[in-house]
């Protein structure tokens, strides 16, 4: 069950800790996410790792040489599925873009282990875990100019 402690969202943890009552802690970014929704985030992100050209995301994350064009056309098609598709199914497109764009900027090697569960990887993020920045970090990179073309 999910619970608020000092006012930031908690989360049992599962598997071998469960039974020691120890609970996860949600990044302050994603504090208002609801934990029952995490598998439908990662879903859905596992859809657009298959349709974008992560690569290329990567290269202008890490400022080297990469598609305008096709980023820019990239980024028109996940704004326009975060805003109409993911909206409709009960999804934050801020929560989403933030999520996406983390990975983007996480370590290209280290990232790999946890694609398949980046959702929770995100939210729960372990201060042990730096090799990507927090939601707040990278909110804050994407709002003050450190957008790709056609990102807002």
Same mark, same amino acid.
């Given at each position: 069950?999910?619970?608020?402690?000092?006012?930031?969202?908690?989360?049992?943890?599962?598997?071998?800790?469960?039974?020691?009552?120890?609970?996860?802690?949600?990044?302050?970014?994603?504090?208002?996410?609801?934990?029952?929704?995490?598998?439908?985030?990662?879903?859905?992100?596992?859809?657009?790792?298959?349709?974008?050209?992560?690569?290329?995301?990567?290269?202008?994350?890490?400022?080297?040489?990469?598609?305008?064009?096709?980023?820019?056309?990239?980024? $028109?098609?996940? *704004?326009?599925? @975060?805003?109409?598709?993911? =909206?409709? +199914?009960?999804?934050?497109? #801020?929560?989403?873009?933030?999520?996406?764009?983390?990975?983007?900027?996480?370590?290209?090697?280290?990232?790999?282990?946890?694609?398949?569960?980046?959702?929770?990887?995100?939210?729960?993020? $372990?201060?042990? *875990?730096?090799? @990507?920045?927090?939601?707040? =970090?990278? +909110?804050?990179?994407?709002? #003050?100019?450190?957008?790709?073309?056609?990102?807002?």
């Amino acid at each position: 069950m999910d619970q608020r402690i000092e006012g930031r969202l908690v989360t049992p943890m599962r598997g071998r800790f469960e039974s020691l009552g120890q609970h996860r802690v949600a990044d302050p970014f994603y504090e208002k996410i609801n934990p029952d929704r995490l598998t439908t985030y990662q879903r859905y992100l596992d859809a657009l790792f298959m349709v974008i050209d992560v690569d290329n995301y990567t290269r202008w994350a890490s400022r080297q040489n990469y598609d305008r064009d096709k980023l820019s056309k990239q980024d $028109r098609l996940m *704004k326009r599925l @975060f805003r109409e598709d993911a =909206s409709s +199914r009960g999804l934050s497109p #801020d929560y989403l873009h933030t999520m996406i764009n983390q990975y983007f900027f996480a370590d290209p090697e280290l990232r790999k282990r946890y694609k398949g569960s980046w959702a929770e990887t995100v939210v729960y993020r $372990r201060r042990t *875990k730096s090799f @990507f920045l927090n939601g707040i =970090s990278v +909110r804050s990179k994407l709002d #003050d100019g450190g957008k790709s073309e056609g990102q807002n």
